[in-house]
């Protein structure tokens, strides 16, 4: 019996050894954690910032320099006559900066690359060339269209040359197409919102233009939706600012349209040149060159 | 004729001959006849100068042609056996060898030539005037050589006899005054010809009828036969022919067709384009396509003639069937058909053509543009006006010359850019009354009355005369500045001043200004006093003043008047139910309505277009009188992306109403 109490004890007492080690162990490995982190923050946080406007400034430089570069080697290359390679870095300015790459390309550029297809007679090239154009720009102009059909048909692509002039001769395709569609109905929306600027600046519609025996809201309506303000806004949306914009009406202008298109054009600061059946009307800064006299 | 040796030889030297029978059976002169090849030559050359041969005239002057005839010519060669012949060059070398100058575009050194055989009494032969001749002309054409050198050399003619013995000086004479339009000159020398053939008068023919004087053409045709007992040849009919076409005389071309079949056993296809082209200008296409169909042997002019025939008869289709099926086309042959699209108010049809013709690598001709040119000015297209200019023009693949600047002219001012239009027209260096014309007509256009005015006087400071298109420009501009005391003084500086006889267009003008400023008895009168009838425009105008005032009285009467010139004008009921409108007259507005239903009278819906990134884009007016129109349009527009979506565009594509212009298939579904 006095035996057995002896041996009960050491179980006892290395828990007891047991237990202030174990809260001293993770202290201190807990403690390094804490530090080590803090530690590389620290160093993040001092050496990061620098790093990073160093990258961000270096991304710049190298982006415009590579555009820089970009151009002038496409230049250089189109004057070599090599057209795969002229491609190729088209290619690769599409797959860096998207669409935006070319849509930025000048007229000359283009023709340029056309025209080393044509001296380096190669069909493939000039193919690839087009469906590249086609690809990036959001409507080929139509000059480029007819280099473009001209070159094939020197190449004896005679089809291909009827296939881009059918692209010249009308809506240029699916996607050209549709875009025109929806600039159409942002016309629509477009008139509204003219209709609430011009009165903003003073606009009254002049509903003795309407000869139908409705009421005046109707009249109002009526007059907002002639076909000459309809195309106005519709170049409005599908045309740069600042760029001048002609339409050309089979009819009359009435007096409505016209007072409200003076005001369009100060509005909007466009000049807006309008061909009716009798005459010409330059519209600039709330003005009109016939004097109001037609 | 080549010259023998006997001929050659002086009449003194009987010895001669025997040199004759050596020289023509030499084995090295045989070879020469059939050399083909300048190497070849100079060889021959050798051996005849070691054989001594190279000495003698005939031999020389063998060695002469070929080196001033061949292709390339060696100008310098056979210029080194003239100047080393012994005893010295004969006419037929000189004659060769001024013949050789002229094929190698060289009039000057041709001209230079004769001068040297006047001056130093070398011999000559009518050959020798004749290609002097040759030479003036071509060196007035070229401008490299004085205008009289023409009459430098008939007066040689004179002075050595050859001109009273020979008849084909005499025909150089008057092709050469002919040529220069000189008709007078031609007609004299012709008179004083002691002896005349067939070409003798073939060539003043000719002359007259590419002088535009085709009755004078004509009447030395029949002169030719009658009192000159000549039968004409092939290049007779054909200058006569075409004389006939000129004067649009169908009788006369039926009658030349009838003699041409009986009398001319083969006749050149020439002859038969001419043929297609009279008859297409008498405005027959039966008859030239009878004899298009009869021709055996068709080159690409006769195609050409045939289309322009049905062409100037407004027959469009056919024209088209005929250049759809032509086996082989040139510029001409594009231009032709290009142009009638742009005449026949086909515009849209001209560009689209152009455009073909472009990607068929034909490249285009002075007259190609100017038809493009003026279908842009219609459609009002300025991207490809634009387009034209900076790709031919100002890049000097064709010069500006003055139809083309007439042409930029009047499609920059049309397309509405009036400021380019000054431009070239201050840069132009030739200018006639078109160009002053179109540019006071585009001043007109543009509301620039005082620049117009202003054109018109310098007009007449440099001695332009102004024609009645000068004044319609002028009233215009008057017209759309409501300048009544100017107008007034033009329309009476027209008649008394420039004894031009006003037209209707110059009436109307003068109406629409009296109307708009709101004098509208003076306009009533002005109307109603016309020397001529009065027509749509002249009524329209006073209609339109009277809605602008709103004239009832007035207007009424000149409605009626409308009404009995055209019926179905849908304008005549759209201004006079405005001028009720405007005097709250519902019940008379109503009753026009009426009448133009029962009538079937539609109006003219309004439509606008727009161009943008070289499209046209069509708006017509949008009806949006219903109170919730919005709503409307916005369901439409549901309707339409959810029938898309089920992929039955195609079908709404092929229900789309075909007027000639490619609408969007949105802009159809909202405006059917």
């Known amino acids: ?294 | 004729m080549r010259p023998t040796p006997a001929t050659a030889a002086t009449p003194t030297r009987p010895a001669w001959n025997t040199n004759q029978n050596l020289v023509v059976t030499h084995p090295l002169l045989s070879l020469l006849e059939s050399c083909a090849s300048f190497r070849r030559l100079l060889q021959l050359h050798a051996l005849l100068t070691i054989t001594g041969l190279a000495a003698h005239r005939f031999p020389a002057s063998r060695l002469l042609a070929f080196c001033a005839l061949s292709t390339p010519p060696h100008l310098d060669h056979a210029a080194a056996i003239l100047t080393r012949a012994a005893p010295g060059p004969n006419a037929y070398m000189l004659a060769t060898m001024m013949r050789g100058f002229l094929r190698a575009r060289f009039p000057c050194r041709a001209l230079n030539l004769f001068r040297r055989v006047i001056r130093d009494h070398l011999p000559a032969d009518a050959r020798t005037f004749v290609f002097a001749l040759k030479a003036a002309a071509a060196a007035s054409v070229s401008k490299h050589g004085s205008a009289s050198g023409g009459e430098a050399v008939h007066c040689a003619s004179l002075k050595s006899g050859f001109l009273g013995e020979s008849v084909l000086v005499g025909n150089a004479l008057v092709h050469f005054y002919a040529n220069r339009k000189s008709l007078v000159e031609a007609v004299k020398m012709f008179v004083e010809m002691p002896e005349r053939d067939v070409v003798s008068w073939t060539t003043l023919v000719d002359g007259y009828a590419r002088a535009g004087l085709a009755d004078e053409a004509w009447r030395v045709f029949c002169r030719m036969v009658v009192a000159g007992g000549m039968w004409p040849n092939e290049v007779t009919l054909v200058a006569a022919v075409s004389a006939v076409g000129q004067m649009g005389l169908l009788a006369l071309g039926m009658m030349m067709h009838r003699y041409v079949a009986e009398v001319v056993v083969v006749r050149t296809v020439s002859l038969e384009n001419t043929m297609v082209d009279m008859f297409g200008k008498c405005g027959c296409t039966r008859s030239a396509k009878e004899v298009f169909d009869g021709m055996a042997v068709k080159d690409v002019y006769s195609w050409t003639s045939m289309i322009n025939s049905y062409a100037k008869c407004g027959d469009l289709e056919s024209a088209e069937q005929l250049f759809e099926v032509m086996p082989m086309r040139n510029v001409v042959s594009w231009s032709c058909m290009i142009s009638a699209y742009s005449q026949l108010n086909q515009p849209e049809k001209a560009v689209w053509l152009f455009r073909e013709m472009i990607a068929e690598g034909v490249d285009p001709i002075d007259a190609t543009l100017v038809s493009v040119l003026s279908a842009c000015a219609q459609l009002g297209c300025l991207d490809l006006g634009r387009w034209v200019y900076v790709n031919y023009i100002a890049s000097n693949k064709i010069g500006l010359n003055l139809n083309l600047g007439n042409a930029l002219i009047d499609m920059y001012a049309k397309c509405g850019d009036i400021a380019q239009a000054s431009r070239l027209f201050g840069e132009m260096a030739e200018r006639n009354v078109v160009s002053w014309n179109s540019m006071i007509m585009a001043h007109a256009m543009h509301g620039q009355s005082e620049e117009a005015i202003h054109l018109f006087e310098q007009l007449k400071r440099v001695n332009i005369v102004p024609d009645e298109i000068t004044f319609l420009g002028l009233l215009s501009s008057c017209s759309h500045n409501g300048l009544v005391s100017e107008g007034q003084r033009y329309f009476k500086e027209m008649k008394v001043v420039y004894r031009i006889e006003p037209t209707v267009e110059h009436y109307a003008c003068m109406i629409d200004l009296f109307a708009k400023v709101g004098l509208l008895e003076e306009a009533f009168r002005v109307a109603t006093g016309m020397p001529m009838k009065t027509d749509e425009a002249c009524w329209g105008a006073l209609l339109n003043a009277c809605r602008m005032h709103g004239n009832v009285e007035i207007g009424e009467c000149v409605a009626e008047k409308l009404v009995e010139l055209d019926p179905s004008d849908s304008g005549i009921y759209v201004l006079m139910s405005q001028i009720y409108a405007s005097k709250h007259k519902w019940d008379q507005v109503k009753k026009l309505r009426t009448t133009m239903r029962d009538r079937g009278v539609r109006k003219n819906p309004g439509c606008s277009s727009i161009e943008v990134k070289g499209e046209f884009h069509d708006f017509l007016v949008a009806d949006v009188s219903h109170v919730r129109s919005e709503d409307i349009y916005e369901a439409l527009k549901n309707i339409y992306f959810h029938l898309k979506q089920e992929g039955i565009s195609s079908l709404i594509k092929r229900l789309c109403p075909s007027n000639g212009e490619q609408h969007s298939v949105m802009q159809w579904w909202v405006h059917s």
């Open chain 1, 1 to 294: 019996m006095l035996i057995s109490p002896k041996l009960a004890a050491p179980p006892a007492c290395h828990r007891s050894a047991a237990g202030p080690r174990c809260p001293g162990f993770f202290l201190p490995a807990a403690a390094m954690v804490t530090r080590r982190p803090r530690r590389r923050c620290r160093l993040l946080r001092r050496y990061s910032a620098p790093l990073m406007i160093v990258a961000v400034m270096g991304a710049v430089r190298t982006q415009n320099a590579e555009g820089c570069f970009d151009r002038e080697e496409l230049r250089m290359l189109c004057q070599e006559s090599n057209p795969e390679a002229a491609i190729n870095l088209l290619d690769e300015m599409l797959q860096r900066s998207g669409a935006g790459a070319l849509v930025d390309l000048r007229s000359e550029e283009q023709v340029a690359v056309l025209q080393a297809c044509g001296e380096a007679r190669s069909l493939a090239s000039l193919r690839r060339a087009h469906r590249l154009l086609s690809r990036s720009l959001p409507v080929i102009p139509t000059a480029i269209l007819l280099r473009i059909a001209s070159l094939y048909y020197k190449l004896g692509a005679r089809s291909d040359a009827h296939r881009a002039l059918e692209g010249a001769s009308r809506p240029p395709g699916k996607n050209g197409q549709e875009d025109f569609d929806a600039k159409r109905l942002q016309a629509y929306e477009k008139v509204r919102e003219l209709h609430e600027e011009i009165c903003v600046a003073g606009y009254v519609p002049d509903t003795r233009y309407v000869f139908h025996d409705i009421d005046e809201d109707a009249k109002v309506r009526a007059l907002m939706y002639h076909s000459e303000r309809l195309a106005i806004a519709f170049g409005l949306v599908s045309t740069p600012p600042g760029m001048p914009l002609r339409v050309i009406k089979n009819l009359r202008i009435c007096g409505d349209c016209h007072n409200a298109v003076k005001l369009i054009a100060k509005v909007t600061g466009r000049e807006i040149i309008v061909r009716d059946n009798k005459r010409f009307h330059h519209f600039k800064d709330g003005d009109c060159s016939c004097g109001d006299y037609w």
